[in-house]
């Protein structure tokens, strides 16, 4: 069984449809979503229907990132509290929670925060940032005991993660696998490519795949800049060069 999990898409429709159909030619029998469909992107309205037309079913199994509860939360006193930490994601945020429909809002409200699957005998547990947090990093170099902490108070064999929008994997002292599936929408990698991950079970074994995918970031980006919140032009060229965040 070929399971793809994807993450972090922040309403890049010109990232989502590569990947999808990277994951239809690699023959996946499953799609595992986990969260952060829309805010601060180039087309977050179009990314929610497009993840809203998907039937909940046990091929197509979807969860709530921090930013969608955010903007489904939505207040002037969340723009408030979020403004000097994060000036830029506040205006999105505002700018986003201001176009939304009731339908919309709802879909990103009653998504569950965690998923606990079983395939093939694994036990699966599908988070946004960690078990403990949604918005907990779990990033290439965080220690692996830190790590350990965070997976602790889950049976799951297996936990998949996003949020950081940076790819990695671990392999606890007993015997957990913690893989981040990194972003198909704003990845942060120096080469910004989508990015998501295969988990293929066979024989009792389970393997990971981080697949980078080509997209048109150019298009991307120009519909971003186009964007009329403050800062619309910053996040349009980090889709294309986000070497930024790596200092």
């Known amino acids: 069984m070929k399971i793809a999990v994807i993450s972090d898409i922040?309403?890049?429709m010109e990232a989502l449809v590569a990947v999808m159909q990277d994951i239809q030619e690699q023959k996946c029998d499953k799609i595992f979503v986990l969260g952060d469909y829309a805010m601060a992107g180039p087309e977050p309205y179009a990314a929610i229907d497009y993840f809203r037309s998907k039937p909940d079913s046990s091929d197509y199994r979807m969860i709530q990132?921090?930013?969608d509860l955010m903007i489904a939360d939505y207040s002037e006193s969340s723009?408030?509290?979020l403004k000097p930490l994060a000036p830029i994601m506040?205006?999105?945020l505002k700018d986003d929670a201001s176009g939304i429909n009731s339908e919309q809002r709802r879909f990103l409200k009653n998504l569950p925060p965690?998923?606990?699957l079983e395939e093939c005998g694994v036990k699966i547990l599908l988070v946004h940032g960690s078990p403990r947090r949604n918005n907990e990093d779990i990033?290439?170099?965080?220690p692996l005991e830190e790590v350990e902490k965070m997976v602790e108070n889950t049976d799951a064999d297996v936990v998949l993660c996003g949020h950081t929008h940076l790819p990695c994997g671990f392999q606890t002292n007993n015997k957990k696998t913690v893989v981040n599936a990194g972003s198909i929408g704003r990845p942060f990698t120096p080469e910004p490519k989508s990015c998501y991950l295969i988990m293929t079970l066979q024989n009792g074994e389970c393997l990971f795949e981080h697949r980078f995918v080509e997209y048109n970031k150019e298009?991307?980006?120009q519909k971003l800049r186009r964007r009329t919140f403050a800062g619309a032009d910053k996040l349009a060229?980090?889709?294309l060069d986000p070497k930024q965040r790596h200092f």
């Open 10 to 12: 922040h309403g890049n």
């Open 65 to 67: 990132g921090n930013t």
């Open 79 to 81: 723009y408030d509290k």
């Open 90 to 92: 506040a205006e999105a």
């Open 114 to 116: 965690q998923l606990e």
């Open 139 to 142: 990033l290439p170099d965080t």
């Open 219 to 221: 298009l991307a980006s």
């Open 237 to 239: 060229d980090m889709l």
